[in-house]
């Protein structure tokens, strides 16, 4: 559903996410509290791959802005197909 928080900023990165349908709302928060929308992203934008691969925190928030399909690659997943 719309709205829904898929990651915090600081959580581990542990999957990587495709977008089939729907959207996404990259976001961080201002010094303030606000909520910034650092990008919006539509299907077939690929998210989340650099705290994946890397296995560290991530470096921002997203969120569903719309009811939204998604294909989640679990971290173990991604770089067994890499190998």
Known sequence: PA???LFSRGDVGGDLF???SG???ITATDPDGAEVVLDQLDPGD???E???L???AR???ARTSSR???IRLERAALLAAMA
């Open 3 to 5: 709205g829904r928080v």
């Open 18 to 20: 495709v977008i089939d």
């Open 23 to 25: 959207g996404v709302h």
């Open 46 to 48: 690929v998210f989340g």
């Open 50 to 52: 650099i705290a994946a």
């Open 54 to 56: 890397a296995g560290e």
């Open 59 to 61: 470096s921002a928030s």
């Open 68 to 70: 939204a399909t998604l």
